[in-house]
């Protein structure tokens, strides 16, 4: 197995917003701020990185039958200390967070990298899954938000960036989350459509 293959995939190749299409619910709602978009992709990536060890563990132990409902307890119990954790430490955050913190749970992401991968892997190559697909969602947010928090407030961290700019208050509202997405969708494919060209003609 090409354990370098297996954690870069999950930032280009097997993105889990920008390709696979998932995730896209904390990705328009949270992407109203750079901070935001961190904690909740390091959040998500706990999550993704506690619940693949434990799935790729017990994998061979589990009934297929009952494996669905024991993967979303496992990854609900891991959710539950990001809750907790940010509620005691960072309740800015947690407050700013609000209700798509506990739905990480039901985070499409997170339940398919059990399923697909962890389930069927070792520990190992369930880290590196785990660690790719958690920076390329961090990634995802953290551009997303970076382009909608300077246009539509003219801020970063809190800090104003121009004096005297007037933000379009459109791009930190929802139709401006589905329009940065969509541009930003239209020139990932626009870069793997050149990149799949060059390589047929070389």
């Known amino acids: 197995m090409d354990y370098f293959k297996e954690f870069f995939k999950g930032v280009w190749e097997k993105n889990p917003t920008f390709v696979l299409g998932i995730g896209m619910c904390p990705t328009l709602a949270v992407s109203t701020s750079v901070s935001n978009a961190i904690w909740m992709g390091i959040g ?42 940010l509620k005691a430490y960072q309740p800015a955050v947690y407050k700013a967070l609000g209700i798509y913190i506990p739905l990480i749970v039901v985070n499409c992401i997170i339940l398919g990298r059990a399923e697909e991968f962890a389930a069927k892997n070792n520990i190992p190559a369930s880290i590196l899954d785990a660690l790719g697909m958690g920076l390329g969602f961090t990634l995802n947010l953290t551009v997303l938000s970076f382009i909608r928090e300077i246009l539509g407030s003219n801020k970063l961290f809190g800090y104003t960036l121009i004096p005297g700019f007037k933000p379009a208050l459109l791009m930190i509202l929802a139709p401006g989350a589905f329009f940065t997405l969509g541009l930003l969708l239209w020139g990932m494919n626009v870069i793997k459509a050149r990149t799949a060209r060059f390589k047929r003609t070389e």
Do not use: C, D
Request: net charge positive.
């Open 44 to 85: 998500t990536t706990f999550v993704l990185f506690g619940s693949n060890i434990l799935v790729s563990a017990i994998r061979n132990i589990v009934p297929s039958h009952v494996r669905i409902p024991i993967f979303i307890t496992i990854i609900a119990t891991f959710v539950i200390i990001v809750e907790l954790t």
